[in-house]
Antibody, heavy 121, light 108 residues
Framework: EVQLLESGGGSVPPGGSLRLSCGAS????????MAWVRQAPGKGLEWVSS????????YYADSVKGRFTISRDNSKNTLFLQMNHLRAEETALYFC??????????????WGQGTLVTVSS | EIVLTQSPATLSLSPGERATLSCRAS??????LAWYQQKPGQAPRLLIS???NRATGVPARFSGSGSGTDFTLTISSLEPEDSAVYYC??????????FGQGTKLEIK
C-alpha cells in the first residue's frame, strides 16, 4: 500500500524558513517523480514544485523560484522541500504527491495528508 | 500559463441524479486533463487521467470526456459519498501544472 507522510510544518514569521519532509513507502520511490502541492485555507490547489525520480530534474512555480528548493534522498525514500523567505500568503496545507512516471508531467496518483505551514508574525 | 475555469461553482443534486461538471481551458490542453476529488479534511484523490482514463478503484459511474479546451466529468448516478469538491488539472503546457478553482458538489 502506497503511503506518503509529510512532516515539518509549523508556524514561522514572515521571512522565516522551514524544511518539509515526506516519507514514502509501498512503492519503488526512485522510480517515480514527486511533487509538492499546496492549498491555502478554504482555497484551491496550487502546484509548487516537482522533481524527477533520479533527482536530476527540478521544477518550480514562478512564485517560489529562488526561495524554495526541492530535493530527495532515494536511499531513505524521502522527499524534501526547503522553504526560505516565507510570505504570509504562503500559509497553506502542503501535500506531497506521487507522479505516475519517473519524469514529472504526469498525473498525481497518490497524495499524503499534508502538513500545515503558517506564516504569521 | 493555461487557465482552467470550472463550472458551476456549486452543484446541488439528489442521489441517483446525473452530475455534469465542466472544465474549460484558456488554450488547448490536447487530452492532458485530469480530475481529482477532494472530500473535507482529506487529500485529493485522482479520479480520471488524460481526459477519460479512470484511476484504479474509481467506480464506473465516474467518466470523463472532451478534447482541446472543453472537458466534462460526469457522475452517472450520484451516491451520498460523492459529495466533495472536484478539481480539473492540466499537464499539457508544463510547468506549471495548473488546477481549476473547483466545483463543489452537494448531495441533497
Amino acid at each position: 500500500e502506497v503511503q506518503l507522510l509529510e512532516s515539518g510544518g509549523g508556524s514561522v514569521p514572515p521571512g522565516g524558513s522551514l524544511r518539509l519532509s515526506c516519507g514514502a513507502s509501498g512503492f519503488t520511490f526512485s522510480s517515480y517523480a514527486m511533487a509538492w502541492v499546496r492549498q491555502a485555507p478554504g482555497k484551491g490547489l496550487e502546484w509548487v514544485s516537482s522533481i524527477s525520480g533520479g533527482g536530476d530534474g527540478t521544477y518550480y512555480a514562478d512564485s517560489v523560484k529562488g526561495r524554495f528548493t526541492i530535493s530527495r534522498d532515494n536511499s531513505k525514500n524521502t522527499l524534501f522541500l526547503q522553504m526560505n523567505h516565507l510570505r504570509a500568503e504562503e500559509t497553506a496545507l502542503y501535500f506531497c504527491a506521487k507522479d505516475t512516471s519517473a519524469w514529472p508531467n504526469s498525473p498525481f496518483d497518490f497524495w499524503g495528508q499534508g502538513t500545515l505551514v503558517t506564516v504569521s508574525s | 500559463e493555461i487557465v482552467l475555469t470550472q463550472s458551476p461553482a456549486t452543484l446541488s443534486l439528489s442521489p441517483g441524479e446525473r452530475a455534469t461538471l465542466s472544465c474549460r481551458a484558456s488554450q488547448s490542453v490536447n487530452s492532458y486533463l485530469a480530475w481529482y476529488q477532494q472530500k473535507p479534511g482529506q487529500a485529493p484523490r485522482l479520479l480520471i487521467s488524460d481526459t477519460s482514463n479512470r484511476a484504479t478503484g474509481v467506480p464506473a459511474r465516474f467518466s470523463g470526456s472532451g478534447s482541446g479546451t472543453d472537458f466534462t466529468l460526469t457522475i452517472s448516478s450520484l451516491e451520498p459519498e460523492d459529495s466533495a469538491v472536484y478539481y480539473c488539472q492540466q499537464r499539457s503546457s508544463w510547468p506549471p501544472y495548473t488546477f481549476g478553482q473547483g466545483t463543489k458538489l452537494e448531495i441533497k
